[in-house]
């Protein structure tokens, strides 16, 4: 098992930056992948990016060349860096550690995005 705890939410105007920290409760180095995800009011959760135990990572279209994740293994946590944000990106963030057979997540953190 692995708990995660996020942090780094708040409210921020439109084109303001955030950084997102998801800490882990043990080791990520062997998890096969580590993401972030979001869910706004009304609509289901979607994934936002992940990073792969290599490196690799992989951004949602809406997200792709404004937020950046990242993953440092001896701190045991992963980053979610958010430039040039827009009232849409308001939601609740969640992360999200993949094993393969198990999936965990936090209890997530709130973006607020204002106009």
């Known amino acids: 098992q692995v708990q995660l705890v996020e942090s780094g939410g708040g409210l921020v105007q439109a084109g303001g930056s955030l950084r997102l920290s998801c800490a882990a409760s043990?080791?990520?180095?062997?998890?096969?992948?580590m993401g972030w995800y979001r869910q706004a009011p009304g609509k289901q959760r979607e994934l936002v990016a992940t990073?792969?135990?290599?490196?690799?990572?992989n951004y949602a279209d809406s997200v792709k060349g404004r937020f950046t994740i990242s993953r440092d293994n001896a701190k045991n946590t992963v980053y979610l860096q958010m430039n040039s944000l827009k009232p849409e990106d308001t939601a609740i963030y969640y992360c999200?550690?993949?094993?393969?057979?198990?999936?965990?997540w936090g209890q997530g953190t709130q973006v607020t995005v204002s106009s």
């Open positions: 999200n550690a993949d094993e393969i057979i198990f999936h965990y």
């Open positions: 043990r080791s990520i180095f062997s998890i096969n992948a």
């Open positions: 990073i792969t135990k290599g490196g690799s990572t």
